[in-house]
């Protein structure tokens, strides 16, 4: 019986308690709310469910708990129902009815914690959308793992998601990137608020490589060529390393296609017939406070060239136009400000603003030796996405980048994250993975576990019982990473499952395969199902994070 199966349970029977008294029923929630309760004395679930609705129905919570603790008692898989408190109810469940979840788990396999909350729901998820102008830095970093397992688990709630990366290739930085590559190759220094570092060096040499020529052309045909070789070569790195690093995209879009189509025009005139956007000053703005934005901001400047916001304006708008019933942005901790103004922009279209969703991510610093690094080789001014992958790895990458809430900076300590150790976290996950898989292969050379019947009723111990009540902890996890747009979630609860883990396999009395010459009883086979439930589980959310579940270590 899963967490699941019980608060269903609970509903139909309070639904029955209440109208063989004559009460009304209607009262009940849609999804009574299960607990496990802090300390496993307790019982392996709780629910408030009679606290909730005592009052709606002229009784108390500790009379009607004590009619739902007596009928739940009565109830196969239900082994103690009582009292606490106020009107709480504490449960505890048969152990047989405990081993069912070993059971579904293993007959659903890789899709065991996956949903229909948002199937139907078309999701448009864009993050990272790093300028073309050099390397991915640990901020767009960051993103990458983020947002990669935020498709994952949106997806396994139903959701129909398309990964979009903003490809900037249209403004100033465009410009002062071009100019870099240019003075490189003419042997000048970098010019003001341009780009340095070794990769300018070598984007422009393979530019002259390939362009003999290129420096005796004139200024603004040297400056195009060197721009649109230029971004091309470094958008491909981009998407290179991304790729290396576990991260791929439905769709890359190009900023300067807004343009080029005009739909940014289309969109500055459709704000203005609203009559959303005003003049002021010589500038066109948009009345953005009158849809709780902090000000107004300015959409066409006065030199008539269309402002930053006049392509978010028509991004937003496009992606609404191709179907999307929720567009998600990953941003940086300097776009705060995008968040009123893109629920600005949707209203001002007269939509809704919860079509947009802004995530904003905090800082990312690597340690050693308790010392920030601060610096890249290759990119000169900041860290990148490779310079992190040499340090540490790949998994170890994604899962330090995801373990914690995109809300707070995070501190990398590439001593802990390299470590062979249960201090590093990934390696204490996955540890539990290559434990379990070890466990299931030595259980192959006993023929008689493929003949033994595994009695989950034999499982009374309490790491046993914890073991299970965590895994099937798993779903509403899931659910709620899901909805709350926090992949750290899964991490957490992967490491809390290792740790009941870890101390069961350690512990001798728990054995799973026989000792000596002995025969394999329904017990060992029931644990050995509980094993491999594990193993499934570890493998299922560590595939949730991009992370891969090692059988060996």
């Not at 864009?126 to 990669?148: I, K, Q, Y």
């Not at 017939?273 to 934005?293: C, F, H, P, R, V």
């Not at 902890?473 to 009941?500: K, N, Q, S, W």
């Amino acid at each position: 019986m899963t967490p699941a199966d019980l608060a269903d349970l609970l509903r139909t029977t309070a639904a029955k308690v209440l109208v063989e008294r004559g009460l009304d029923s209607s009262v009940l929630p849609e999804q009574v709310t299960v607990e496990r309760p802090r300390n496993p004395e307790h019982g392996d679930y709780a629910t408030n469910v009679a606290m909730q609705v005592a009052k709606r129905v002229g009784t108390n919570p500790r009379e009607l708990a004590g009619w739902l603790a007596e009928a739940l008692s009565a109830t196969e898989g239900i082994d103690v129902a009582e009292i606490a408190g106020p009107g709480f109810l504490n449960i505890r469940l048969a152990a047989s009815a405990q081993g069912a979840i070993v059971t579904q788990i293993l007959a659903a396999g890789e899709i065991y914690g996956t949903g229909f909350a948002l199937a139907g729901t078309k999701i448009n998820l864009e993050f990272v959308s790093a300028n073309p102008t050099g390397p991915v830095h640990l901020g767009g970093t960051r993103w990458a793992a983020v947002g990669d397992a935020l498709g994952r688990i949106l997806a396994a709630q139903g959701a129909d998601v398309t990964r979009e990366y903003y490809f900037n290739d249209h403004g100033a930085q465009i410009d002062r990137f071009a100019k870099s590559l240019v003075a490189s190759a003419l042997g000048e220094p970098t010019p003001e608020d341009g780009y340095a570092g070794e990769y300018i060096a070598e984007i422009s040499a393979s530019i002259v490589a390939a362009h003999p020529d290129v420096l005796t052309l004139p200024a603004d045909e040297r400056h195009e060529v060197f721009r649109s070789e230029g971004v091309q070569q470094m958008f491909a790195q981009i998407r290179a390393d991304l790729h290396e690093f576990g991260t791929d995209f439905d769709v890359y879009f190009n900023e300067s296609e807004l343009f080029a189509s005009g739909a940014v025009e289309q969109a500055v005139e459709q704000l203005k017939n609203s009559g959303n956007l005003y003049e002021k000053d010589g500038a066109w703005w948009i009345a953005s406070t009158e849809y709780g934005d902090d000000k107004d901001r300015v959409v066409l400047k006065s030199d008539g060239n269309a402002a930053y916001i006049a392509g978010d304006i028509a991004y937003f708008q496009n992606k609404r136009g191709r179907g999307f019933d929720l567009a998600i942005y990953m941003l940086g901790a300097d776009h705060h400000g995008y968040i009123g103004r893109l629920k600005a922009a949707a209203a001002a279209f007269g939509d809704n603003p919860d079509t947009v969703e802004v995530l904003i991510g905090q800082m990312v610093n690597l340690v050693r030796d308790g010392v920030a690094v601060k610096m890249s080789k290759r990119a000169g001014t900041v860290v990148t996405l490779n310079d992190l992958v040499e340090q540490i790895g790949v998994d170890a990458s994604r899962y330090s980048l995801v373990r914690s809430s995109v809300n707070s900076s995070i501190d990398i300590d590439l001593d802990l994250w390299t470590k062979a150790s249960s201090e590093n976290p990934v390696y204490y996950v996955q540890y539990a993975h290559s434990r379990t898989s070890s466990i299931i292969g030595n259980a192959a050379k006993y023929p008689e576990f493929a003949s033994a019947e595994p009695d989950f009723a034999l499982m009374t111990s309490g790491r046993e019982g914890d073991l299970i009540r965590t895994l099937g902890d798993f779903p509403r996890v899931v659910a709620t990473a899901a909805d709350t747009r926090e992949p750290h979630r899964i991490a957490r609860y992967l490491e809390e499952l290792a740790g009941v883990y870890h101390p069961f396999q350690s512990d001798d009395d728990m054995r799973v395969l026989p000792k000596g010459d002995d025969a394999v009883t329904p017990l060992n086979a029931a644990r050995l199902e509980l094993v491999k439930a594990t193993r499934q589980v570890l493998a299922n959310g560590l595939a949730l994070l991009g992370v891969s579940a090692p059988e060996r270590m």
